[in-house]
């Protein structure tokens, strides 16, 4: 009998490597390293459970490129050479099975409390700010966006030579690079601000900052929020962004949908998801992943019918390891949440991912919940 398309193997086009499923265990944060930034073995196990289920890429949770670009107490960094030693045991132990192991890269820039940092928090312009002891964010200064790129570029080398397959330039979800990308949080006037081209400069540059130090065969994808409204980041935008990363030939470009199903009004009498929108945009895409809110097989069969070249999941990977491995029976539709303690534990989470994840609305099952 035929695989599923999601089980099958997928050749990354301009790498030529090899991926043993269409699976993507997307970025996730889970607080279980050191606030040193060196990671821990919880999460290296956490990760390394969902590698033995047979996703075809890992991703870390995003990993701060800087000491000021620190977003949340147990976030692992790759911002000094005291870091890689436990890197090179993270990539060592995802390579036991045929799994890719990618970091996702970011600075948090207005999302970056001062309380943990002790700097003022850095963006594109001079904001309201709820992380900053004065309230305001502080306008980055030419030696400021050098200082960016140099941490993008040097962390990217360290995670090359601990042994990453790769990296994903984190652009999604209201971190820096997303705050540049926006209209409301970048007023700037000058060439790092205004029309979409200068407003995407801080993107661009440090993609090419990378690519030019780091070997060819190292993967660098770039994840984008196709629509956050409230900082200025727009569907056309976002669609002329992705033809400016197409033209850069970066490897993938990672969507990050919330609800892949989530269908646009673009006209009266054509609905389409953010994904369909994306793919018949151009021709020669990268590679596209999407993700949000695919639970069963049938809704990762779906979205790849959609266009997408793999499927993302998060929420789903917490509980269940093995979803990549299940994914293959047509019929798998794991349980939703609430989920006991007991069942997070056996799913290889500590007792801070657990607290953490108490905060999600219905995710953990209390006592008095039968």
Not at 351 to 370: A, E, G, H, P
Request: charged content about 25%; overall charge positive; glycine content about 8%.
């Amino acid at each position: 009998m035929n695989k599923l398309k999601i089980s099958q193997p997928y050749i990354l086009p301009n790498k030529n490597i090899k991926l043993q499923n269409r699976t993507v265990l997307a970025a996730m944060t889970n607080k279980q390293s050191y606030d040193n930034g060196i990671i821990s073995d919880d999460e290296i196990k956490w990760l390394f459970e969902r590698a033995k289920g047979g996703f075809g890429i890992i991703t870390t949770a995003a990993t701060n490129v800087s000491k000021e670009g620190k977003a949340w107490n147990g976030e692992f960094g790759v911002y000094d050479n005291s870091h890689i030693p436990n890197l090179i045991k993270l990539t060592s132990t995802i390579h036991k099975t045929q799994s890719l192991i990618i970091a996702q890269l970011f600075h948090g820039g207005l999302k970056s409390p001062q309380k943990i940092t002790g700097s003022i928090p850095i963006s594109p312009s001079k904001l309201k700010c709820n992380e900053s002891f004065t309230g305001k964010s502080k306008e980055a200064s030419e030696k400021d966006i050098k200082k960016v790129i140099d941490d993008f570029t040097a962390s990217a080398i360290r995670c090359y030579k601990s042994g990453f397959d790769g990296i994903e330039l984190h652009g999604a979800h209201g971190y820096l690079i997303s705050q540049f990308l926006g209209k409301i949080t970048n007023k700037r006037k000058d060439h790092w601000g205004g029309d979409l081209g200068g407003r995407a400069k801080l993107l661009i540059k440090i993609y090419k900052s990378i690519r030019k130090n780091v070997p060819e065969k190292f993967i660098i994808g770039v994840r984008i929020s196709p629509e956050i409204e409230n900082i200025g980041i727009y569907l056309n935008d976002s669609i002329k962004l992705v033809d400016i990363l197409r033209k850069l030939s970066v490897d993938f470009i990672h969507l990050s949908c919330w609800d892949v199903f989530y269908k646009i009004k673009s006209n009266k009498n054509n609905q389409r998801t953010l994904t369909q929108i994306i793919k018949e945009s151009y021709e020669n895409l990268p590679t596209i992943i999407s993700t949000g809110n695919i639970w069963s097989s049938l809704d990762a069969n779906n979205l790849l019918k959609q266009g997408a070249d793999l499927v993302g999941v998060g929420r789903v990977a917490i509980r269940y390891p093995n979803w990549a491995n299940n994914i293959s029976d047509l019929n798998y539709n794991p349980n939703r949440p609430p989920y006991t303690v007991n069942e997070l534990k056996k799913a290889k989470l500590n007792n801070t991912f657990i607290s953490y994840m108490k905060n999600w609305n219905n995710f953990v099952k209390y006592d008095y919940q039968k």
